[in-house]
């Protein structure tokens, strides 16, 4: 977003990369030297309700800016959650930074269809741990969808876009008003028909909802609701029509819970996280001899022996002998001494045999 390499934005990030096929661009923090990946969000110069006609529009950019802030201070660390760092306006442009780490966005991994329910199982629970610390914050995270989600080497998946969901908000409300009609245009313009965003609640119940629709997605490879348009979208939402969840697998009862349209009977993150990791203890393990998948992690070590031997006894192997005994042999050497000593003792024996008859 009108970012180049080598140019310098919001006053401290310098622009290194825009990958391709990636939201955001990589830069660098000229006051610390961290590598940052920076979102762009558009100003529009448009009057809210009340504002007087042909007088200049107002700028929402200090009023973002003190919202992105507020919500990077009350943020926890967590490992699976990208720590947001700061945001600041530049022409009609909100900057907002965000921690950059390697990895590739969920969006493209996942844009080859279904991915295998055990992996989605581990990509899930990562998640649910992300959004169990910005619960415990007493934040909404607001912004779950592939592609705020960032798969890393080792298979982790990692979280981010809070600064920049909490951005979007404040920006809705501020150009809507108090008027709703307003917001969800506003809404609706910026948003589009991705079922992640349009939870019928708020609060950590909205983002437990988010996660279900992105497991369905993950698991089946189409959302559960029609994304066609935002209306038709918005009624199955509020009515809890969603597509049958035969394509879940052994994910389909909490994929079914989460989508629930009462938020009282979905789980939280930390009973997601739990199932999640139950469901993983009895996942078999990866085909090490199939072809790479950039979905799966590296290979688990190796595991144990299905029967465990009795400590102290060493299993048989197959080239050990299960015949009788063999008696020891002789050293050629030691075979002359023997048969001499043998034949003194017969003698000897014979000689007394006849000195015993004869007396």
Known sequence: MRAAPGQLVAGRYRVTDRPEGEVGVLAVDVHSGARVR???????????????????????GPRLTARVA??????????????????????????IAEEAVPGVPLERLAG???????????????????????????????????????????GAAMLGG???????EELCAALGGEVPRR????????????AERWAIDAGAPADTWALGVLLYRLLT????????????LLAAVRDGRHHPADGCGPLRPLVER??????????????????????????????????????????????????????????????DRQGPARPPRVPPKLLGPLVLGGVLVLLCAAVAVIVAVAG
Request: glycine share 10%.
């Open 112 to 154: 080859n269809g279904p991915v295998s329910p055990y992996r989605v199982a581990e990509i899930g629970a990562d998640l649910a741990g992300a959004l169990r610390s910005v619960h415990e914050a007493g934040l909404t995270h607001g912004n779950l969808t592939l592609r705020t989600v960032l798969v890393c080497e080792d």
């Open 162 to 168: 809070l600064l920049l969901g909490a951005a979007e």
């Open 38 to 60: 920076l979102f762009g969000l558009e100003l529009p110069e448009l009057l809210v309700p009340g504002h007087p006609v042909g007088a200049p529009a107002p700028s929402y």
């Open 221 to 232: 490879g189409h959302g559960p609701y029609p994304e066609d348009d935002l209306p038709t």
């Open 70 to 95: 507020q919500v990077a201070a009350a943020a926890t660390a967590h490992p699976r959650l990208l720590r947001g760092l700061a945001a600041g306006p530049e022409d009609e442009v909100l900057w």
């Open 258 to 319: 989460l989508l629930r349209p009462d938020a009282a009977a979905r789980p939280d993150a930390v009973a997601v996280q739990r199932e999640l990791r139950e469901l993983l203890s009895f996942a078999p393990e990866p085909d090490r001899d199939g072809p790479p998948d950039p979905l799966l992690p590296v290979p688990r070590p190796e595991a144990g022996p299905l029967v465990p031997h009795p400590r102290g006894r060493r299993p048989a192997r197959a080239t």
């Open 183 to 194: 917001v969800y245009e506003t809404r609706a313009l910026m948003l589009g028909p991705l």
